[in-house]
């Protein structure tokens, strides 16, 4: 409904491209991790840039939510400010926020907040890649007979060949994921640190993939697993020193979240928690101790 007092209507998408939306994020839900083709819209924004999940969120959001977006942990970094303008912006009512704990929807782009999620948050990311099949099989229509089969034997070869060449599984950012014991999604370019909070977790995740045309969602209390051999196992980033030693951030000494390598003026490396409202949250609880 166009508002006189506003000249875009509520969440910029009109009514019908958002119950589609709705509708095909419903589906999702009901078969975990499997992609579900929607009539991705033309956003303000260029495809790449979040338009994915920025369509999920404007679909599901109503004026009683309070959203947070971040990308690569920041709710300041330039691709955060401008979803979260262009939401308040399109969405009036709405409350904004960068409190990981009070947000009732929170946009992200790389990373899955430090802090535990709850039942009844939702976390909408933006998605370049739906299928981890594409490294191995380029063409949709054979990548869908696959899912559809459960047959992921040329990903585990994949995997295999990492093995055998590096010693390692080399993936680090598109970690390929079980969910429900069936379909294996690519849960995006989330660090493996990250991987373990999508299995049980008490919120919803979906996933928004606006180039591909493809959504697809992790329900809460699922089992999700990362593809993994038993004899060697999957491992999340350590960040352990030359010692042996759990590296801390610089600013608050959290020892037990992700951290970015910056290097300082004098060519230093420096480490500091990706994610910066923990960052801040955790030097506030030590500023009350
Ligand atoms: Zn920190």
Not at 43 to 56: H, K, S
Not at 67 to 76: N, T
Not at 158 to 164: N, P, R, T
Not at 169 to 178: F, L
Request: hydrophobic share 35%.
């Amino acid at each position: 409904m166009m508002d006189n007092k506003h000249s875009y209507s509520f969440g910029f998408l009109d009514e019908y491209a958002k119950k589609e939306i709705r509708r095909s994020l419903l589906k999702a839900v009901a078969i975990p991790g499997y992609q579900v083709p929607y009539a991705s819209r033309e956003m303000p924004i260029a495809r790449g840039f979040g338009t994915g999940g920025l369509q999920i969120t404007l679909s599901i959001i109503g004026e009683n939510d309070i959203l947070k977006v971040i990308d690569q942990g920041s709710d300041e970094s330039v691709n955060a400010v401008n979803i979260r303008q262009f939401i308040a912006k399109t969405c009036p009512g709405v409350t904004l926020t960068k409190n990981t704990q009070e947000a009732t929807i929170i946009q992200t782009r790389h990373r899955i907040p430090e802090i535990p999620l709850k039942l009844g948050q939702i976390l909408v990311l933006q998605v370049p890649y739906p299928d981890p099949l594409i490294v191995v099989e380029s063409k949709e229509e054979k990548r869908k007979k696959m899912h559809s089969e459960g047959d992921y034997a040329r990903l585990w070869v994949k995997l295999y060949e990492d093995i055998v060449q590096f010693s390692e599984i080399t993936i680090s950012h598109r970690y390929p994921t079980r969910i429900n014991g069936f379909y294996v999604i690519d849960p995006s370019p989330i660090p493996r640190f990250d991987i373990p909070k999508l299995n049980h977790s008490h919120a919803l995740y979906l996933f928004g993939a606006g180039r591909e045309k493809k959504l697809y969602a992790i329900p809460p209390y699922t089992n999700t697993e990362p593809l993994s051999f038993s004899d060697i196992p999957f491992r999340i980033e350590d960040f352990l020193d030359e010692t042996g030693e759990r590296r801390g951030c610089i600013r608050c000494g959290s020892k037990t979240s992700f951290l970015d390598e910056i290097i300082n003026n004098n060519g230093d490396k420096i480490y500091q928690c990706s994610d910066t409202y923990y960052c801040s949250h955790q030097l506030n609880l030590k500023g009350h101790e």
